[in-house]
């Protein structure tokens, strides 16, 4: 089992940055694939980016490509979310997830553990 707490959101201007950081504890962090998902007011979770194990792999949602980039660190068990030219759309809950054994996928129903979310507000 996994248990996963994000951290690093907060409010920021659009065209800013910030980065989030998801810990992992438990065992075996590097046999699960790891993703970011978001939640605005009122919509369905979506995926944002995901890597797998080895970090050899990413996936991301079109709207974020360019802007966005997911990494690990499997010695520190942590995952994170560089965050670019932030834009107001990209209001939301963010999550981090776990995928065991998983690949890349964009796909909530995946994912096996989550986290509680932190949230990112970027003004226009």
């Known amino acids: 089992q996994v248990q996963l707490v994000e951290s690093g959101g907060g409010l920021v201007q659009a065209g800013g940055s910030l980065r989030l950081s998801c810990t992992a504890s438990g065992r075996a962090f590097s046999n699960y694939a790891m993703g970011w998902f978001r939640q605005a007011t009122g919509k369905e979770r979506e995926f944002v980016a995901a890597?797998?194990?080895?970090?050899?792999?990413?996936n991301y949602l079109d709207s974020v490509k360019g802007r966005f980039t997911i990494y690990r660190d499997n010695a520190k068990n942590m995952v994170y979310l560089q965050m670019n030219n932030l834009k107001p759309e990209d209001t939301a809950v963010y999550y981090c997830?776990?995928?065991?054994?998983?690949?890349?996928?964009?796909?909530?129903?995946?994912?096996?553990?989550w986290g509680q979310g932190t949230q990112v507000i970027v003004s226009s």
């Open positions: 890597i797998n194990w080895s970090t050899s792999n990413t």
């Open positions: 997830a776990a995928d065991y054994f998983g690949g890349i996928s964009d796909r909530v129903d995946d994912y096996d553990y």
